[in-house]
């Protein structure tokens, strides 16, 4: 499976300050995962500080959050 992401946007805040960029997921069989990886990698390095499961304290600090999460038959 290929996932492919494209984003519409730069991830750079005002007057080109580093964006804070949080993923944070949860996946069973491995999809969401997948998905957030996608995701990662179609960002700039630099501007993700956080990539993992829910993480209160880690998000806090984040300006822009990506939320993926499974579900169970629809």
């Known amino acids: 499976n290929k996932i492919l992401?494209?984003?519409g946007c730069q991830s750079r805040g005002e007057r080109g300050k580093d964006l804070k960029?949080?993923?944070c997921f949860?996946?069973?069989t491995g999809n969401t995962k997948q998905v957030?990886?996608?995701?990662a990698s179609a960002l700039?390095?630099?501007d993700?500080?956080?990539l993992g499961g829910p993480d209160a304290e880690a998000l806090e600090?984040?300006?822009l959050i990506f939320?993926?999460?499974w579900t169970d038959q629809g």
Do not use: N
């Open 48 to 50: 993700i500080v956080y």
């Open 44 to 46: 700039s390095k630099e």
């Open 5 to 7: 992401v494209s984003l």
């Open 26 to 28: 949860e996946s069973v």
């Open 67 to 69: 939320v993926g999460f």
């Open 36 to 39: 957030a990886e996608a995701i």
């Open 61 to 63: 600090q984040c300006q």
């Open 21 to 23: 960029i949080g993923i």
